[in-house]
């Protein structure tokens, strides 16, 4: 289903979102990466706030290519997300409800969106310059010394993303897949 | 002896690391052009519509077509009849490098040490291959390569006993098990015999040959058809969401090698498959 929501994403919002979903979304979301991540944990290990409030954040997987004269942003895809599954349980705990990347995810970050409601979204790998175009605004908050993976909000557009995983356990890499599949062997019955 | 100054391979480089990270190879276009033509699933034609709007637009705006700009794999095809002057090789190699992606507006993406880590802030050293051939020119490659699919790449010292069916399950697996990890549509670059590096560097060549070409031993060709038909009919599709397009291309590369050794690699690549050329 073609869906388009506005962010925050609380639990009520994310419970409404399926795998399979074509979602445009609009409204804050945060940039970190593998280093970012890592600094994020480490704070929240030691009873530190977060340089954002995580409650029903989205966190984009990202690190940019530097902006050009006049541009808000370089390119700005996602990386792979499952650098970040060692930390994702963690963000969600914290409130962190939305993650937006690419490629699998492991067992314990499904088990984690199925306790905290959590989702996660697919952007279109390598189309870098065209997801750029979604952007309207971009802040450094924090982390600048980690130049691409440093810390940033957005406010994005009409953002065009896919529900890979919902909060219910549905897996759109394993259903789509099937569904494929599955069509073949009826055309060729 | 024709003389060629190190300045020059720098103002080269420099150049190509913006192009290729800008430019799709033609090849690359027309794969995923025809592919888009014949993907039926309508998730996957999507899919595909939004990464050939993607690479229109950076050649059109001259932005990266991918924020992962890369490492800089830079080969030197060097005439033996070149003497390079004014400065250390590897200096002026890294020197282009170092200007491209500052003034292309690049993503810096190398760090120091593997453990350590620590960006290098540049996107230095490129990982420089050299190989000397007759001639008095020097023909100049660079292939920004992403870790997407890097990541996703594997070797293999296979038995010879193994044979031609240890082979194909070996690549069908390493491409089937990468799964939604690289940029599907992905291309793959097999390289086959020599040794334990040399069927690694070979598979690196291979995704730089057009993905329009065949091997030119018919054996290699119908395995480079076979295997891509195969692949293509995994159904992971492009960006892993279901459909036909898995892969844009599969090339083979080929050495001799030892009585006792059968070594395959298979690199990765994926949609955003660049490389540029320069002869001077």
Redesign the interface.
């Known amino acids: 289903m073609e869906k388009h929501i506005r962010l925050p994403l609380t639990r009520e919002l994310a419970r409404t979102l399926e795998a399979g979903d074509t979602v445009y979304v609009t409204g804050t979301i945060y940039t970190s990466r593998d280093?970012g991540h890592k600094r994020m944990c480490e704070a929240l290990e030691r009873g530190e706030k977060l340089p954002f409030d995580p409650q029903d954040a989205t966190i984009y997987y990202?690190?940019?290519?530097?902006?050009?004269p006049g541009?808000i942003i370089?390119?700005?895809?996602p990386?792979?997300s499952?650098r970040m599954d060692a930390y994702a349980p963690r963000m969600m705990e914290a409130g962190a409800r939305g993650m937006i990347g690419?490629?699998?995810r492991l067992p314990e970050v499904a088990e984690a969106m199925k306790k905290y409601d959590g989702v996660y979204f697919?952007a279109?790998?390598?189309?870098?310059?065209?997801l750029?175009?979604c952007v309207k605004a971009c802040e450094l908050i924090a982390y600048e010394d980690?130049?691409?993976e440093a810390l940033r909000k957005l406010y994005v557009e009409e953002m065009?993303l896919?529900v890979i995983m919902d909060s219910r356990g549905g897996n759109?890499?394993e259903?789509?897949?099937?569904?494929?599949?599955k069509?073949?062997k009826k055309e060729k019955e | 002896m024709r003389e060629i100054k190190a300045s020059r391979i720098t103002d080269v480089i420099e150049r190509l690391c913006i192009q290729a990270n800008t430019r799709l190879p033609e090849d690359v276009k027309e794969a995923l052009r025809q592919s888009r033509e014949k993907e039926d699933?309508e998730?996957?034609a999507g899919?595909l519509d939004?990464?050939i709007?993607?690479?229109e637009?950076?050649e059109k705006?001259e932005?990266?077509?991918?924020?992962?700009?890369g490492m800089a794999c830079v080969f030197l095809e060097i005439g033996q009849e070149v003497h390079i002057t004014g400065g250390a090789l590897q200096e002026a190699v890294d020197e282009g490098v170092r200007r491209g992606y500052e003034k292309g507006?690049?993503?810096?993406?190398v760090v120091k040490d593997p453990i350590r880590?620590g960006?290098t802030?540049d996107n230095t050293p490129a990982m420089l291959y050299t190989e000397i051939v007759p001639g008095d020119r020097i023909r100049i490659t660079v292939a920004p390569k992403g870790f997407?699919s890097e990541?996703m790449s594997a070797v293999r010292m296979l038995k010879p006993s193994a044979g031609l069916p240890g082979i194909k399950d070996f690549i069908l697996e390493a491409v089937e098990t990468a799964?939604?990890?690289p940029?599907r549509p992905v291309g793959v670059g097999v390289g086959m015999g020599g040794t334990f590096d040399k069927e690694a560097l070979l598979a690196k060549k291979a995704l730089m040959r057009p993905l329009n070409t065949s091997h030119p031993d018919p054996f290699y060709a119908k395995l480079e058809r076979e295997l891509l038909e195969k692949i293509n009919a995994?159904?992971?599709?492009p960006?892993?969401?279901?459909?036909?397009t898995t892969a844009l291309g599969l090339n083979i590369e080929t050495m001799p090698t030892h009585i006792a050794g059968m070594p395959c690699a298979v690199n990765m690549s994926?949609?955003?498959t660049r490389h540029q050329t320069e002869v001077i």
């Open positions: 280093a990202v690190g940019p290519t530097p902006a050009k541009q370089g390119s700005a895809g990386t792979t499952g690419k490629g699998a697919g279109i790998g390598g189309a870098g310059a065209l750029a175009k980690l130049g691409a065009p896919v759109l890499y259903e789509g897949r099937a569904a494929y599949l069509q073949r | 699933w998730t996957a899919v939004q990464i709007e993607n690479f637009i950076a705006e932005v990266p077509i991918c924020q992962d700009t507006y690049l993503r810096k993406s880590r960006n802030g997407g990541n799964g939604r990890n940029c995994f159904g992971i599709g960006q892993g969401f279901g459909g036909r994926c949609h955003v």
